[in-house]
């Protein structure tokens, strides 16, 4: 089982940029698809990106198209979020997660982190 570890949340505004970071244990990272969902207060988890496991294929959410980028580093088993030009609706708890292929439905992943936060303020 893959544990992760997201860090790299915090307040930040409007504008402005984040970088997130989803630390995994364990020698299979590196065969799994990984993705971030983001859930606001209220609201259900919605995806957010993916990347497959060769980090050649990305998919993103219609919102975050453009703002945001999602890649990983294998040897270092970390995938990022790089969130630019964020905006108060970017306001989320993020997770990240994993599974063997891509989907865009959060009860299909497999493995989570526990979340962090993230603040944009207007």
């Known amino acids: 089982q893959v544990q992760l570890v997201e860090s790299g949340g915090g307040l930040v505004q409007a504008g402005g940029s984040l970088r997130l970071s989803c630390a995994a244990s364990?020698?299979?990272?590196?065969?799994?698809?990984m993705a971030w969902f983001r859930q606001a207060p209220g609201k259900e988890r919605g995806f957010v990106a993916a990347i497959s496991w060769s980090g050649d294929i990305t998919y993103y959410a219609g919102p975050v198209k453009g703002r945001f980028t999602i890649s990983r580093d294998n040897a270092k088993n970390t995938v990022y979020l790089q969130m630019n030009s964020l905006k108060p609706e970017d306001t989320a708890v993020y997770y990240c997660a994993g599974r063997r292929n891509y989907s865009k439905f959060f009860n299909d992943y497999d493995f989570w982190g526990q979340g962090t936060q993230v603040t944009v303020s207007s």
């Open positions: 364990g020698r299979t990272f590196s065969t799994y698809t």
